[in-house]
């Protein structure tokens, strides 16, 4: 597709459920990011992908957060056991280059809404 | 740590006018680049600029121009000529050399007819 897409767009789960966040990031792009975005602050680094390797995890909250890309292209984030601090915009992003390129343009998808109730 | 802070939570400009939003920034590391995003309601990070660390010159993009006080680690964004659809909450944010963003808290800007 023309840019990152993601989806769901907005999830609503009851707290204690398991969701699933998808994200196609631009074709050909070997970088993936997902950042964690809480009502009324800035994004947040979760994790980083070079293909299918991720390389930084640090910024995962828990180990309730789990993120894959196991062919080097679609990535889940997968969140278990949902809590009511989960609920934020989940914002992927993706590059052309990997790590290191540093200054490549950076492309975000619209995030997918999580309400956890 | 890279630390980015926007001290201004909200900002309001009449339409035409040039409003400047701030942003400070702290790291030890000597290359980075410097961005700002806009984002609308939909939620989708729309880049406006962005600056290489290692260049003196300010970038400019159309009616976007930035303030870059390397010494000062002060990144400024000055809107000519304000639109409507300039309205939007903007945020600062800092890149290292792995491609890791962090952002600031963010400033809501207000541009009205």
């Known amino acids: 597709g023309a840019g990152v897409s993601q989806s769901p767009r907005y999830k609503v789960a009851k707290r204690g459920q398991d969701v699933a966040l998808r994200c196609d990031p631009i074709s050909g792009h070997v970088s993936l990011f997902w950042y964690q975005q809480a009502l009324g602050q800035g994004p947040e680094f979760l994790t980083y992908?070079?293909?299918?390797?991720?390389?930084?995890k640090s910024g995962l909250p828990s180990d309730r957060f789990f993120a894959e890309r196991p062919e080097g292209s679609v990535s889940t984030l997968k969140i278990q056991r949902t809590q009511q601090e989960d609920s934020a915009v989940y914002l992927c992003?993706?590059?052309?280059?990997?790590?290191?390129?540093?200054?490549?343009?950076?492309?975000f998808g619209e995030g997918s809404w999580l309400t956890v109730v | 740590a890279q630390t980015v802070t926007q001290s201004q939570p909200e900002m309001s400009v009449q339409e035409a006018e040039t409003v400047t939003l701030s942003c400070t920034y702290d790291t030890s590391e000597s290359n980075y680049y410097l961005f700002w995003y806009k984002q609308p309601p939909s939620r989708q990070m729309i880049l406006v600029i962005r600056q290489e660390a290692y260049k003196q010159q300010n970038a400019t993009e159309n009616r976007f121009s930035v303030n870059f006080q390397k010494a000062a680690k002060s990144f400024s964004l000055k809107i000519s000529d304000s639109q409507l659809g300039d309205t939007a909450m903007y945020f600062c944010?800092?890149?290292?050399?792995?491609?890791?963003?962090?952002f600031g808290s963010g400033t809501k800007l207000n541009v009205k007819p």
């Open positions: 944010a800092f890149m290292n050399n792995f491609n890791k963003f962090y």
């Open positions: 992908f070079q293909n299918e390797a991720q390389l930084d």
């Open positions: 992003a993706s590059s052309l280059s990997a790590r290191g390129a540093s200054g490549n343009t950076i492309y």
